[in-house]
């Protein structure tokens, strides 16, 4: 008579394998085949815990955007205290060179006063005298109400200092759509 060898069951070696799993493709005996099952639903639990993770985190996506558009104010903040800082320098700059023009209108008509008076005082003067003063004069006058030998203007030269932001898919994921694995 031929003896029937059973397989053994290979968690834990002691009993008959009667059931085969047909994920893994173990025999295992009962009790075992039921842990084994029971593991296959924690792993599973697992599993869902995971997904409904990352259905969260998908669904606040547009939420979790804030760090981007914190970036992005940081530019335009950086960008703006950029250009307060240059107009301040420029007023600064108008302001000296206002003063300078003052002082150099001030200082003319300073030689002009003092010419007139002392023409007056000495009474040496003649109509060439009064017609060269009073042109002196009206001279003074149209450079005062024209006020400025300087404009503002933008520096076409120089390249921006203000560096320009884009927003941009990743190269990642780029190559993964392409791949068709997004």
């Known amino acids: 008579m031929a003896a029937t060898s059973k397989a053994q069951c290979v968690k834990c070696e002691k009993n008959s394998g009667i059931l085969t799993c047909d994920g893994c493709l173990e025999k295992l005996c009962r009790r075992c085949f039921n842990d084994h099952r029971q593991d296959l ?16 985190q998908l669904e606040t996506t547009e ?23 240059l107009a301040d320098q420029c007023r600064t700059d108008i302001v000296k060179l206002l003063d300078k023009n003052k ?12 010419r007139v008076r002392k023409g007056r005082d000495d009474e040496d003067y003649d109509e060439r ?12 006058k149209d450079e005062l109400i024209e006020s400025s030998n300087f404009r503002v203007e933008e520096d076409k030269q ?15 994921d ?8 997004l």
């Open 129 to 140: 005298d009064l017609s060269k003063w009073m042109d002196d004069l009206k001279e003074l």
């Open 63 to 85: 939420n979790d955007c804030h760090h981007f558009f914190k970036q992005i104010d940081k530019w335009k903040k950086d960008s703006i205290d950029k250009i307060n800082q």
């Open 174 to 181: 780029q190559r993964k759509a392409k791949d068709g694995k």
């Open 158 to 172: 120089q390249s921006s200092w203000i560096q320009k932001i884009r927003v941009h898919e990743a190269f990642r």
């Open 41 to 56: 639903s924690k792993e599973l639990d697992n599993v869902v815990y995971e997904h409904d993770m990352l259905k969260q």
């Open 103 to 114: 002082d150099r209108l001030m200082d003319r008509f300073l030689k002009i006063t003092n």
